[in-house]
């Protein structure tokens, strides 16, 4: 079998996992979400309320921060899972659909909360955007002269990069392999690109914890790719 044939079947192995009966179960996991909330929520309105009220609010800062730093962690882990699929160290503990499968989710669900990320900021008193400047990259202008439309800029086009990547799991058949690679080889660009906003952008960026956050997950992007560059150099 030739290295084109091979570099084919991998691609091939690598489209769409989420099958019919996985995307009726996502559905299902979110109602019971929905509705667990329903009956808990209430039971914290009134402090949760407090929070959303009034020129001092910050509850929209905090739910935006929150889901922010989620939807970094849920990027992190599917390019995580790409890498150790394109090293095939997944086939020590997993096979290839259920893991396949598993990075899908995680990159939907992780673009699911980078948009509530940027869209609850639309109730935020202090930041007073719209939603032209929530989609329109570098719009956004707040902090000291408006510094931060720069880093924010730079998540906005990261999250268009990932919905891109995304996308392209569900039209391969219609695009070539080259372009199908390199868009993929784009999220490294669309992960740097995330990484600097949550960095400069994020209030509590300079905490113990979220150094340790991003020193982890940008330490072990770095390890598997170095680690996948060796494995291809030992190939040739």
Do not use: C
Not at 84 to 104: C, D, I, Q, V, Y
């Amino acid at each position: 079998m030739t290295t084109t044939q091979i570099s084919g079947n991998a691609i091939e192995a690598r489209q769409s996992a989420m099958t019919w009966g996985t995307g009726l179960a996502l559905i299902v996991a979110l109602a019971i979400g929905a509705l667990s909330g329903l009956v808990v929520l209430p039971v914290f309105s009134g402090i949760f309320a407090q929070t959303l009220v009034g020129e001092e609010a910050k509850g929209y800062w905090f739910l935006s921060r929150a889901s922010g730093v989620t939807a970094y962690v849920l990027f992190w882990a599917s390019m995580m899972m790409g890498l150790l699929m394109s090293t095939k160290t997944t086939r020590l503990w997993s096979n290839g659909p259920t893991f396949m499968a598993m990075h899908e989710f995680t990159s939907i669900l992780g673009l699911l909360f980078a948009g509530f990320h940027a869209l609850i900021l639309l109730g935020d008193a202090f930041i007073k955007t719209d939603i032209v400047q929530i989609l329109t990259p570098f719009l956004m202008s707040f902090g000291k002269e408006g510094a931060q439309s720069i880093w924010v800029g730079l998540g906005q086009l990261g999250f268009y990069a990932f919905a891109l990547i995304l996308l392209s799991f569900y039209v391969r058949q219609r695009i070539s392999y080259g372009v199908w690679r390199w868009l993929h080889f784009g999220t490294f660009v669309a992960y740097m690109w995330v990484t600097v906003h949550g960095m400069l952008a994020g209030s509590d960026s300079q905490t113990t914890f979220m150094l340790s956050v991003y020193a982890f997950t940008n330490a072990s992007i770095l390890f598997l790719t170095l680690y996948r560059i060796l494995l291809m150099k030992a190939s040739v």
